[in-house]
């Protein structure tokens, strides 16, 4: 038997420029699933029930961005837990003591001028879908080719996954790259550095990450690649050069450490 989609269901496939299904939303959507990680992109299904994490008002230019393209990339800072009320400083709601407190993403909402951002918070019972990094570099071909042609960082990508490959990591694009892969904003440009993140969970010897640093140096464009342990992350060509502390970025702050993987130092 065949079934023959409803106008409604036609009518909502073709609205929803981002494929894939949805994911729940309301109170038991935070159930289902790991909660985002730094770096990844979080489709807002209410973008107004952001919060700024300075407190007040969303301000207006992030109400007409929110607006057209409601995309929000997860920040690296601790989750919250609590009651709109209560953000930044969230507490269990009293008024309800068996009630489930929302939880809290630290998000950026990323402005039309350059360096223009906003640290803010999303209930994460908001979220309509969530894009790792890892699913980004797979999704070049949905872009314009002239303008990838156009993007040296964007041209790229199918030669930095070759080489990345060779040491069996996984990785994505982040920055204005993966941003605009993620949700077709086009917001790279011809001078634009190619920004990755490369899954760390175990150590690397330095002698892989030197090899890997060079191999990306020689690319005709910038490139910023992140170790990503379960810690946090460091970048590659400082790993790479051997010092003898490391800076390691933390929900908590930066951290100086010898050891990446075994983290053993006072915050900065």
């Known amino acids: 038997m065949t079934v023959v989609p409803s106008a409604r269901q036609a009518r909502r496939t073709a609205e929803d420029p981002h494929d894939?299904?949805?994911?729940r939303v309301g109170p038991l959507a935070a159930l289902d699933g790991r909660l985002p990680?730094?770096?990844?992109?979080?489709?807002?299904?209410?973008?107004?029930?952001?919060?700024?994490?300075?407190?007040?008002e969303l301000p207006d230019w992030t109400r007409a961005?929110?607006?057209?393209?409601?995309?929000?990339?997860?920040?690296?800072?601790p989750s919250l837990v609590g009651t709109p009320a209560d953000v930044?400083?969230?507490?269990?709601?009293?008024?309800?003591?068996?009630?489930?407190?929302?939880?809290?993403?630290?998000?950026?909402?990323?402005?039309?001028?350059?360096?223009?951002?906003?640290?803010?918070?999303a209930p994460w019972a908001a979220v309509a879908r969530t894009l790792r990094p890892e699913q980004l570099a797979g999704r070049c071909g949905r872009l314009d080719p002239e303008r990838v042609a156009g993007i040296p960082?964007?041209?790229?990508?199918?030669?930095?996954?070759?080489?990345?490959?060779?040491?069996?990591?996984s990785w994505g694009p982040i920055g204005a790259v993966g941003y605009e892969l993620g949700t077709g904003v086009p917001v790279a440009g011809p001078l634009s550095p190619l920004r990755l993140v490369l899954r760390t969970p175990h150590p690397i010897s330095r002698r892989d990450a030197l090899q890997l640093r060079r191999a990306l140096s020689r690319l005709p464009v910038p490139v910023q690649a992140e170790l990503e342990?379960?810690?946090?992350?460091?970048q590659l060509a400082e790993y790479a050069a051997s010092?003898?502390?490391l800076t390691l970025l933390t929900p908590d702050g930066p951290r100086e450490v010898r050891d990446p993987w075994f983290p053993r130092g006072p915050f900065v």
């Open 20 to 23: 894939g299904p949805r994911r």
């Open 37 to 56: 990680g730094t770096h990844d992109l979080l489709l807002m299904q209410c973008p107004s029930s952001l919060r700024p994490l300075a407190g007040g």
């Open 65 to 77: 961005v929110l607006r057209v393209h409601p995309w929000v990339t997860v920040g690296r800072a």
């Open 88 to 121: 930044p400083h969230p507490q269990r709601c009293t008024r309800d003591p068996e009630a489930a407190p929302e939880q809290w993403i630290p998000v950026i909402v990323r402005g039309p001028r350059p360096g223009q951002r906003l640290d803010a918070l």
């Open 153 to 169: 960082a964007l041209a790229l990508l199918p030669a930095v996954g070759r080489l990345v490959a060779d040491h069996r990591l």
């Open 229 to 234: 342990t379960r810690y946090g992350s460091v």
């Open 243 to 245: 010092p003898y502390t």
